[in-house]
T-cell receptor, first 111, second 117 residues
Framework: GENVEQHPSTLSVQEGDSAVIKCTYSDSASNYFPWYKQELGKRPQLIIDIRSNVGEKKDQRIAVTLNKTAKHFSLHITETQPEDSAVYFCAASGGYQKVTFGIGTKLQVIP | ETGVTQTPRHLVMGMTNKKSLKCEQHLGHNAMYWYKQSAKKPLELMFVYSLEERVENNSVPSRFSPECPNSSHLFLHLHTLQPEDSALYLC????????????????FGPGTRLTVL
């Protein structure tokens, strides 16, 4: 089955700095890679996703890159703000309705 | 709140109790999921239903019993749980384009925080 590793488990950055979270996956058949943000006490919510036919996708301050050869993908948040503080989960999917999640990264943005 | 709703939001039960968690999706999706979220662990997929048929059961103990009466509703029946079953149980839904297609975006409910005493 798929195995997704996510690093780092915790990340503290100063407001305005950039944050990068990295994930690796094991199944070369995976072709869909969503990122979810979960604020304290709230549900995970999709913030950006990328499919395997694309190498990079950007949405305002958030970008995701995918390297299929190396089987890794990353989330980049620029100009971080305190409201970016949350737990971020990466995930990989290639099978029918099967999504494997990373362990999560707790991001703290220090004002 | 629209989208995916779950009730109850919090549940405390003894090991001999029987209770049920309910999930309802208002998105017109045809697939629904149960996940378990424990501290310092990845989200664990428990069950998947597509078009009201169970398509995935990830070796979940029989003390958890899912039910999907229609494409909008999903239940998780609980009985004789253990303290280690205490966790946040999340429901999700998605729209599957067809058999064999890759998974599309999943939308999560707010979860039920379960405590087993």
């Amino acid at each position: 089955g798929e195995n997704v590793e996510q690093h780092p488990s915790t990340l503290s950055v100063q407001e305005g700095d950039s944050a990068v979270i990295k994930c690796t996956y094991s199944d070369s058949a995976s072709n869909y890679f969503p990122w979810y943000k979960q604020e304290l006490g709230k549900r995970p919510q999709l913030i950006i996703d990328i499919r395997s036919n694309v190498g990079e996708k950007k949405d305002q301050r958030i970008a995701v890159t995918l390297n299929k050869t190396a089987k890794h993908f990353s989330l980049h948040i620029t100009e971080t703000q305190p409201e970016d503080s949350a737990v971020y989960f990466c995930a990989a999917s290639g099978g029918y309705q099967k999504v494997t999640f990373g362990i999560g990264t707790k991001l703290q943005v220090i004002p | 709140e629209t989208g995916v709703t779950q009730t109850p939001r919090h549940l405390v039960m003894g090991m001999t109790n029987k209770k049920s968690l309910k999930c309802e999706q208002h998105l017109g999706h045809n697939a629904m999921y149960w996940y378990k979220q424990s501290a310092k662990k990845p989200l664990e997929l428990m069950f998947v239903y597509s078009l009201e048929e169970r398509v995935e059961n990830n070796s979940v103990p029989s003390r958890f019993s899912p039910e999907c009466p229609n494409s909008s509703h999903l239940f998780l029946h609980l009985h004789t749980l253990q303290p280690e079953d205490s966790a946040l149980y999340l429901c999700a839904s998605s729209q599957e384009p067809g058999t064999g297609a890759s998974t599309d975006t999943q939308y999560f409910g707010p979860g039920t925080r379960l405590t087993v005493l």
